[in-house]
């Protein structure tokens, strides 16, 4: 570790630490023994803004927080209180996860003191670097997002006590279910430390998903016991099976919220550097969650880039994706995709060959950026998911956007040589494949905020009832449905997202915001699954791993393709303007292949092919008309 890098570094006497806290007038190391009896040492300034000491006999296994005085000003940016045990924000383990209490919150000179309640960090030598090779995952493969603890707490396979734990996405049952999708990377939400938001615990709730983070380094100990080594352990397991690991990370704010939020970490250090502020004072809010982390500052972009370097060295993972990302690119101006961040880790030499995905978007001015993050991104295109769910729903006029979103969405990403789209049809957030087709509207009565909470349109449909149906046609007709959404999510061009259970059915109930739901609700229901739709996904998947026309990213031109119409010919302008037409056949010249599309509510004929009715029927040259 280099002399002036910030946080612990253990030595042959002991250990150094560093913390940046510039505003500070005083400020302490803090190490807890066994019986949480707690010792103050004194810090020094250690030049730009930083405070250091040395500390001998402290070693491995030590666990320390730190206390920082100064002046007592929210309304500036200064949170100073000593009664405030702060977490290093360079930490890389905590030894428990964080638990909110509304005492993280009192303001100064209430004369409480938090140690009792905020996890220490605990010392830590770096694990040899990982022996880097190139991301195994390649754009067009398939991604399979996955909520770490909720993944695996039901599953049949797993030993009680590695449910719910990183550990079990190593274990066998897992990586063949993976491998059966023929999953090329799978995408798993937050895992760094967070802390639940404060409305929850009067409502008996508990954030489940993690975007609420309080440490960019430490993992959260709920999901990884074992720490780091823990993570590392998975990702080589999943590597030796050809499978790459891609973090979820939110770099645009972090769990202390806004003013009435709790103090943690950053904001009892260095509010002023790490948080964005009006002109007058206050926080600026452009995530929903409170406060905004200043991408722009030099120490924020420091700690943003020692963070993911620290994921890629130490574990090894493939790559990221950036919850809400335009943060990560707003200038005073608006956002840039030459932000001095952005392009920081495309020209780190431990990150520009990893795997970059965008959200691109957040509620700040101009936060919709779905396009305009640049060639070294993949984009997660909600456009796709949109246009795709209004078509088998029955939306007029939806045709062309179909035909669109399954050649890789040029509307959008046709500045570059191949497509950047992450096509997807369900995730997290919002309803689960099934609920599509069960739930007409949401059903968040369990969150506590009378339903107001979650997405209001979900393009969703019930097949004629709301919800749980006995009724054997509503099933069939929701089956068929699931299928239809599968098939089209497996024959579209450039790279593809499933999450975790939608391959057989999961459902939420209709919650389309189960973020609080820590229980059977959030949880994949692995004894429930729907063989049915299962066999069918793992028979999508074989047939588009071997289908180059499916998972290549280059765009389509009227000679690689044609659109035809149940007579075999090319579809004419009419044709496609035609509001009620729901029908069309994508051939690809040179294979041959043929995707037949009946999005009607009866069989059509295409030739000697019949499509039955709200069907997508893949067929390889050698098969039609057989």
Request: aromatic share 8%; with cysteine; glycine share 10%.
């Amino acid at each position: 570790m280099s002399p002036r890098a910030l946080g612990p570094d253990i030595h042959g006497l002991g250990t150094r630490f560093r913390v940046h806290s510039p505003d500070a007038e005083r400020l302490w190391l803090c190490l807890f023994d066994a019986d949480d009896s707690e010792t103050r040492l004194p810090m020094a300034r250690d030049g730009e803004g930083v405070w250091s000491i040395d500390a001998p006999g402290v070693g491995e296994g030590a666990r320390y927080g730190f206390r920082a005085d100064g002046t007592y000003d929210p309304v500036p940016g200064l949170w100073f209180d000593p009664d405030k045990l702060l977490l290093d924000p360079y930490a890389t383990e905590i030894d428990r996860a964080f638990v909110y209490d509304p005492v993280l919150a009192a303001q100064r000179g209430r004369g409480i003191d938090t140690a009792p309640l905020v996890p220490k960090g605990v010392v830590r030598p770096p694990l040899p670097p990982v022996a880097l090779a190139q991301p195994l995952f390649r754009r067009g493969g398939l991604i399979y997002e996955v909520q770490v603890r909720g993944f695996t707490m039901l599953h049949p396979d797993i030993p009680q006590e590695q449910r719910g734990t990183i550990a079990a996405l190593g274990h066998p049952a897992v990586i063949d279910h993976l491998r059966r999708l023929h999953v090329s990377a799978i995408e798993l939400m937050p895992i760094n430390a967070w802390i639940d938001e404060r409305h929850l615990g009067p409502l008996g709730l508990h954030n489940a998903w993690g975007y609420n983070p309080v440490s960019y380094f430490a993992l959260d100990p709920r999901l990884a016991p074992a720490g780091m080594a823990e993570l590392r352990a998975a990702v080589e397991a999943l590597h030796a099976a050809g499978i790459g690991v891609i973090l979820d990370m939110v770099y645009n704010h972090d769990g202390e919220s806004d003013a009435l939020g709790p103090t943690l970490s950053l904001r009892g250090l260095d509010a002023r550097s790490y948080f964005r502020h009006e002109s007058d004072g206050r926080l600026i809010n452009d995530t929903g969650t409170g406060n905004s982390i200043d991408c722009n500052h030099t120490v924020a972009q420091r700690l943003i880039l020692d963070s993911l370097r620290h994921f890629v060295r130490a574990a090894g993972v493939d790559g990221f994706r950036f919850d809400l990302a335009p943060a990560l690119g707003r200038l005073p101006a608006g956002f840039d995709p030459r932000a001095p961040l952005l392009e920081a880790i495309g020209a780190d030499p431990l990150l520009a060959d990893r795997i970059l995905i965008a959200e691109p978007w957040d509620i700040g001015p101009g936060g919709y950026q779905l396009g305009h993050f640049g060639e070294r991104w993949l984009e997660w295109n909600d456009r796709y998911r949109d246009d795709i769910r209004r078509f088998w729903r029955g939306d007029r006029g939806t045709l062309g956007a179909l035909a669109t979103r399954l050649s890789g969405s040029s509307d959008i990403f046709r500045g570059g040589p191949a497509t950047r789209t992450v096509n997807f049809l369900a995730a997290h957030d919002g309803f689960t494949l099934a609920d599509l087709t069960a739930y007409e509207h949401r059903h968040n009565e369990a969150n506590g905020e009378q339903n107001r909470d979650g997405h209001g349109e979900n393009f969703s449909w019930n097949n004629g009832v709301e919800g749980v149906s006995d009724d054997t046609a509503v099933q069939a007709a929701r089956r068929r449905d699931i299928k239809a959404l599968l098939g089209t999510l497996f024959c579209s061009r450039g790279t593809i997202m499933l999450t975790a259970g939608d391959e057989f059915g999961r459902t939420q109930q209709g919650n389309n915001n189960a973020y609080a739901q820590d229980n059977a609700t959030g949880w994949v229901d692995w004894s429930g699954r729907d063989r049915e739709i299962e066999a069918h996904a793992f028979a999508l998947a074989r047939l588009r791993s071997s289908q180059p026309d499916f998972n290549a990213t280059n765009w389509l031109s009227e000679a690689d393709v044609e659109w035809l119409d149940e007579q075999g010919q090319p579809l004419t302008v009419a044709q496609w303007e035609d509001p009620d037409r729901r029908c069309l056949a994508m051939r690809f010249r040179q294979s041959g292949f043929t995707i037949f599309i009946n999005g009607d509510d009866q069989v059509r004929h295409f030739g000697t092919v019949q499509v039955p009715a709200r069907t997508i029927l893949p067929i390889p040259a050698e098969q039609e008309g057989g």
